[in-house]
């Protein structure tokens, strides 16, 4: 299933990001989880969203388009970054709330997820918030390969317990499980498509 990545709109204020049309999902996590990587991962591409070993690098929220199922990837700045100031914060979980509650075009929230860390309470609530908004939830275990084998497991089976979905295992140093997260993401940005593509062609 081939898709492009490509940058398409930066958005700084709640108006800009309620104005596309287009099928999104957003992608969000504690600051340095790895959101900015994964988008790196899945477009094959090392330099396309900023990557940094500081927290707090992504300040904006970047629009990626996704070709040819016609999506976007939202790539959203990190929470729980601790040098940012109270105000900085609030702003940011206000937008955060609107957007998530808000955007009618949001299909779901890909919630990511430091394998190595047990469950955070910041996490457990961004997702209790995402599902009062109705907003179906992907979670994704980020940087596997710094866990063992039952380090993943554990993680999976602990995070399966608390939200009821089973996350994806994903590395974007070893690109563990980026086929299975472009398809979870088409099949929820474009529910159908995955079979129309395999679908013998009919004729009339
Ligand atoms: P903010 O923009 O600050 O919210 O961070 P982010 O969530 O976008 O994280 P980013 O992708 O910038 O990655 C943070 C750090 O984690 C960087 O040093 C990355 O190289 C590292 N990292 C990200 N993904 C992986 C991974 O799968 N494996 C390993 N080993 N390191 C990773
Ligand atoms: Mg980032």
New binding site residues.
């Given amino acids: 299933m081939a898709a492009t990545l490509t940058l398409e709109t930066t958005a700084y204020t709640l108006d800009q990001l309620l104005a596309l049309s287009d099928a999104q999902i957003a992608l969000a996590?504690?600051?340095?989880?790895?959101?900015?990587?994964?988008?790196?991962?899945l477009a094959g591409r090392k330099k396309l969203?900023?990557?940094?070993?500081?927290?707090?690098?992504?300040?904006s929220v970047n629009f990626y388009r996704v070709e040819p199922q016609h999506f976007y990837l939202v790539?959203?700045?990190?929470y729980g970054?601790a040098r940012a100031s109270h105000e900085e914060r609030r702003n940011w979980a206000k937008l955060l709330e609107h957007y998530l509650s808000d955007c009618k075009t949001l299909k779901a929230l890909a919630l990511?997820l430091d394998c190595r860390l047990p469950p955070q309470k910041i996490d457990l609530e961004l997702a209790s918030f995402a599902r009062a908004c109705r907003l179906p939830l992907l979670p994704v275990l980020?940087?596997?390969?710094?866990c063992k084998q039952r380090e993943r497991a554990l993680r999976q089976r602990e995070w399966h317990d608390l939200l009821a979905v089973r996350p994806l295992l994903?590395?974007?140093?070893?690109r563990l499980g980026m086929e299975e997260l472009w398809r979870a993401l088409i099949e929820i940005a474009v529910p159908g498509i995955a079979d129309a593509d395999s679908a013998p062609a009919t004729s009339e």
């Fill in positions: 996590g504690r600051s340095n989880v790895g959101k900015s990587s994964l988008i790196n991962a969203a900023k990557v940094s070993a500081t927290p707090g690098k992504t300040r790539d959203l700045p990190g970054y990511l980020t940087k596997t390969d710094k994903t590395s974007s140093s070893s």
